[in-house]
C-alpha cells in the first residue's frame, strides 16, 4: 500500500528540455519512475534520456495515459503550465520552482480544487513512495523502503533527517514534501491522514519550522484522530523574530507561529518534539522496538 | 516590499480609494507651508514600523507654526532604528468612528482573506475573536456582493453604512489582486460625515511578483551587505556571532544555526544560497561571507538539486583567486558528492559527513 502515488503511476515533466528538468528525468528514470511523456512548447519531436517530448500537455495526453505531472520551469511560466495540466485532467502536480508569485499559486490552488487534483508545492522537492516511484528532485539514494511515513516542509533539512534514517538502517513508505512556501496545495494534515490510513507506515516523522500555523493545527489534528507515534522537528529555535506582515498577520495567526507555540501545540498532542535532527534516528528506533 | 504610507495612498487613489487630502514634505519649512493651505492637520512620520502613534510619530497642528514646530520634533525622532526622511501632512479629518479593514493572504485556506472590525485604531490586535469578522474569498469566484452583505451582517452593520462597505471593499480587493499584494491594511478606516476615508494605508507587495509591476518604486529596509546578497538572490540575515554559515536550503540553513547555538556556539550570520545554484552564484556567496570578516567558515551541504562538485568547484576557485585563509569546517554530501569531494581533495581540504560533527568543529575551531 502507498499514499499518492505508487510504482504504476504514470508521470509527465513539463519543462523536460531545461536544464533541471533534463536532469532530474534522468534521477527520476533511475530511480524507477514511469515516465511517459515530457512537453517543453516549440520543442516537440526532440527525446529527453529515451522519453519522447511534446509540444503541450494535451498533445502528450493523445499519445500516452498519465496520471500526474511534475513542472520544471522559470516561475512566471508556472501558473499556465499547472492550468494546462490540470484542464487537461492530471490529478497530480508536482510544483517544484520557487518564487512563483503568490496570487497565481492561490489561483492554481482554486482550479486545483474545482478539478479535485492534489498539488504538492509549489517550492517542494516533490513526493516518494520509497523504492517504487518518485516524482521529484530527491537525492535517490537515501529513499529506501521502510515502515516510517515522512512529511517536511523544508526540503535539505528533510533529506538530513531521512539520510540518518538511512544510515541506521530504516527506511521510509513515502517521504512527501510540502514546500516552503506560504500558499502551497498539500498540508501536514492532508498527509498525516493518509499515513494514519496507510497499513505500511508504523510512525511518522514531520518536519516543520518556524511561521505560518500549519504545525499547530497539525497538532490539533493529531490530538483527535491520530493513533500512530508521530517525532517532529522544528527549525528556526535560534532565528530572530521574522518580519510580521502589519496588524493582519497578528491577527491571522493570533500568537501562533513562534518556535515555542509549535513546541507546546505539539508536546500537548502527545508528540515527541527532537532537539536535533539527529535525535531522530534513535527516537524512531525506540519507537519501532517497541511495537 | 513594504510600502510607506503616502505611496500606498497614492495607490489608493489611483483605485479610487477616498484618502485626506495631504501634502509630503521634506523638511519643516514645507510643513509649515502645507498646514497654511490645509488648515487643521495632522503630521504622520513615513517610517516603515509600526506603532508610530504611540511612539509619537503622529502630531496635530492648528496653525503653521505649530506645525513646524511638530514636524522638527518628528524629524529628529527614530523608529526602531529608522529615521524618517519624509512626513505626510494631511488635513485633520471629522471621525465619527475608528474601524478596521484589510485583505491579506490566509495560508493555511490558500485564499485571500479580508478581515473587518468595527473596533479599529491602535490596540486592533487585542480586539476579541469575535469582532473581528474574517471571510476567505475563493479565488475562483472573487469578491461578490453576497460576501460584502454577509461580512456587514456579522460586524452588525446595515442601511448606509453597508452600502458605502458594497462601494468601499470591492475597491481595495481589486487593487490587493491586481497588484499582487500581501496586504492591503486601513487602520484606521475612519467613518466620517463623507463617509469612508482612508485615514492609514499598509500594503505589502509580494516580492516574487515585482517583475510584473516595474511602476512601483523598490523599498528597501535591508543592511548594504543584505542589499548586496538581494541582488544575488540569495537569502542572508546579518546575525551577531562570529561562525559564518552557508547551507543550501532555508530548512537546513536554520536547523544549522540551532545546532551551532546548541553546542555553544554563535552564528555570524543565515545564509541560504538556494537549490541548484551554478559555480558563479555559488562563488559569490562564499565571496560575501568572507567579505565579513568572520572567525570560522562553516559550509553545509546536502546535495539534492544542488550538486556537490558545483559547490566544491567555486570553493577552490574562490581559494584560488581571492585565498580563504580562516579555518573552514566544510560537510558535503548528495548528488555528486565522490565528484565534489575529488575535487576538493586534489586541494588538501577535508570533508565531513556527518553535520553534527561539521558542525562541532566549526564551534570549537571559533572557541
Redesign the interface.
Known amino acids: 500500500m502507498s499514499i499518492y502515488i505508487d510504482e504504476n503511476t504514470r508521470v509527465l515533466v513539463q519543462g523536460i528540455t531545461g536544464r ?1 528538468g533534463s536532469f ?1 528525468t534522468g534521477q527520476m528514470l533511475a530511480y524507477g519512475t514511469r515516465l511517459v511523456g515530457g512537453v517543453s512548447p516549440g520543442k516537440g519531436g526532440q527525446e529527453v534520456e529515451g522519453v519522447p517530448v511534446y509540444d503541450s500537455t494535451f498533445e502528450a495526453l493523445e499519445n500516452h495515459e498519465a496520471e500526474a505531472s511534475i513542472l520544471f520551469m522559470p ?2 511560466f508556472v501558473k499556465d503550465a499547472a492550468m494546462e495540466a490540470l484542464d487537461a485532467g492530471l490529478k497530480l502536480l508536482v510544483l517544484i520552482p ?10 492554481i ?3 486545483a ?2 478539478k479535485n487534483a492534489v498539488i504538492v508545492g509549489p517550492n517542494t ?1 516533490g513526493l516518494v513512495s520509497s523504492g517504487n516511484s518518485k516524482i521529484g ?3 535517490n539514494r537515501y529513499f529506501i523502503p521502510g515502515p516510517v511515513g515522512v512529511v ?9 533527517i531521512v ?1 540518518h534514517l538511512t544510515e541506521s538502517g530504516i527506511g521510509t513508505t513515502t517521504v512527501v514534501g510540502l514546500g ?1 512556501d ?4 498539500l ?1 501536514f494534515i492532508d498527509v498525516l491522514k493518509k499515513f494514519e490510513e496507510d497499513l505500511d507506515t508504523r510512525a511518522v516523522i514531520m ?1 516543520g ?2 511561521g ?3 504545525e499547530e ?1 497539525a497538532a490539533a489534528h493529531i490530538a483527535a484522530n491520530m493513533d500512530k507515534p508521530v517525532i517532529a ?1 522544528l ?6 523574530p521574522g518580519k ?9 495567526e ?1 500568537g501562533r507561529g513562534t518556535f515555542e507555540s509549535k513546541v507546546e501545540a505539539l508536546t500537548g498532542a502527545g508528540v515527541k518534539v527532537a ?4 535525535q531522530i534516528a534513535p527516537l524512531i528506533q525506540s519507537i519501532l522496538d517497541k511495537a | 516590499m513594504k510600502l510607506y504610507e503616502y505611496l500606498g495612498k497614492e495607490l489608493f487613489a489611483r483605485y479610487d480609494i477616498p484618502v485626506p487630502n495631504g501634502r509630503l514634505v521634506e523638511n519643516a519649512e514645507q510643513a509649515g507651508d502645507a498646514a497654511a493651505e490645509l488648515g487643521d492637520v495632522v503630521i504622520k512620520t513615513q517610517v516603515l514600523t ?1 506603532k508610530r502613534g504611540k511612539a509619537g510619530g503622529i502630531a496635530f497642528a492648528s496653525s503653521p507654526e505649530e506645525a513646524k514646530k511638530e514636524a522638527s520634533r518628528i524629524f529628529d525622532m527614530s523608529f526602531s532604528g529608522y529615521a524618517a526622511e519624509k512626513l505626510l501632512v494631511e488635513e485633520k479629518i471629522a471621525i465619527k468612528q475608528e474601524l ?1 479593514l ?1 485583505v ?5 485556506a ?4 479580508v ?1 473587518a472590525s468595527l473596533d479599529g485604531g491602535m490596540d ?2 487585542e480586539v476579541p ?1 469575535e469582532r ?1 469578522i474574517r471571510w476567505p474569498v ?3 469566484i472573487g469578491l461578490q456582493p453576497f460576501m460584502i452583505r454577509e461580512i456587514c451582517r456579522r460586524m452588525g452593520v446595515s442601511g448606509d453604512l453597508q452600502k458605502e462597505f458594497l462601494q468601499f471593499l470591492p475597491k481595495l480587493y481589486r487593487m490587493f ?1 491586481e497588484l ?1 499584494a ?2 492591503a ?1 486601513i ?1 484606521p478606516l475612519a467613518l466620517t460625515p463623507q463617509g469612508l476615508v482612508a485615514a492609514d494605508a ?1 500594503v ?1 507587495i ?1 516580492d ?2 515585482l ?2 509591476h516595474r511602476d512601483l518604486p523598490r523599498i528597501s529596509e535591508k543592511t548594504d551587505l543584505e542589499k548586496k546578497a538581494e541582488e544575488l538572490d540569495l537569502a542572508y ?1 546579518e ?1 551577531e556571532g562570529d561562525i559564518a554559515v552557508m ?6 540553513t ?2 544549522t ?6 553546542y555553544g556556539g554563535e ?1 555570524a550570520n ?1 545564509l541560504d544560497f ?3 545554484a551554478d559555480v558563479e552564484k555559488t562563488s559569490k556567496s562564499l565571496e560575501l561571507l568572507l567579505g565579513t570578516d568572520p572567525r570560522v567558515l562553516l559550509i553545509n551541504i ?5 550538486r556537490c562538485d558545483v559547490v566544491a568547484e567555486a570553493f577552490v576557485r574562490v581559494k584560488e583567486s581571492k585565498g580563504i585563509d580562516l579555518p573552514v569546517s566544510f560537510r558535503l ?3 555528486n558528492e565522490e565528484e565534489g569531494r575529488a575535487i576538493l581533495e586534489k586541494e588538501g581540504i577535508k570533508t565531513f559527513n ?3 560533527e561539521a558542525v562541532r568543529h566549526a564551534v570549537e575551531l571559533s572557541a
Not at chain 2, 491579506?104 to 493555511?108: E, L
Not at chain 2, 490558500?110 to 482573506?113: A, E, I, K, M, W
Open positions: 533541471q532530474h516561475a512566471p520557487e518564487s512563483i508569485p503568490l496570487h497565481d499559486a492561490m489561483e490552488m482554486a482550479y480544487r474545482q522537492f528532485i530527491m537525492p517536511s516542509r523544508s526540503g535539505t533539512l528533510c533529506y538530513e539520510g516552503g506560504r500558499v502551497v496545495g498540508h518536519v519550522e518556524i505560518g500555523s500549519a493545527e522537528y527549525a528556526g529555535k535560534s532565528a530572530p510580521r506582515m502589519g496588524h493582519a498577520g497578528a491577527i491571522i493570533r532537539d536535533l535532527p539527529t | 509600526g478596521y484589510a491579506t493572504i490566509d495560508g493555511s490558500q485564499r485571500p482573506v478581515l486592533v490586535e475573536e473581528m475563493d479565488a475562483a489582486k499582487d500581501e496586504l491594511e487602520n499598509k505589502t509580494d516574487d511578483a517583475y510584473r540575515v546575525l547551507a543550501n536550503g532555508a530548512g537546513i536554520m536547523a544555526l540551532d545546532m551551532v547555538q546548541h552564528p543565515f538556494g537549490g541548484g546536502f546535495g539534492g538539486i544542488t554530501v548528495g548528488t556527518a553535520m553534527d
